[in-house]
């Protein structure tokens, strides 16, 4: 598979079923996949990494790339904790 380019490429990646409707019960954690309208890593994306991109502290496609890689290498069920570690430390930003 090519090089992610869109959390959608990122979603596409991973197969997965909300068992927590609204996010209840699965806030501690990170999915990569999306089901339905759900989609955890748009909400990272658009909430923490978008500013970073807009502010020109970081490209999308390198946002898009730690996206990926806190995806392949964290194993799951990925932490949040974990998942924004990974994020920070990938991109050299707070979140």
């Known amino acids: 598979m090519s090089k992610p380019t869109s959390v959608r490429d990122i979603n596409d990646?991973?197969?997965y079923e909300d068992e927590y409707p609204k996010g209840e019960g699965d806030s501690p954690k990170v999915a990569c996949?999306?089901?339905g309208t759900y989609n955890e890593l748009r909400y990272i994306y658009d909430t923490y990494l978008?500013?970073?991109?807009?502010?020109n502290t970081i490209t999308n496609q390198q946002a898009i790339d730690a996206l990926d890689s806190a995806c392949s290498s964290l194993s799951n069920p990925r932490s949040r904790e974990d998942f924004y570690a990974?994020?920070?430390k990938e991109l050299g930003i707070e979140i």
């Open 50 to 55: 978008k500013p970073e991109v807009e502010r």
């Open 33 to 35: 996949g999306q089901d």
């Open 86 to 88: 990974h994020l920070e």
């Open 13 to 15: 990646k991973y197969d």
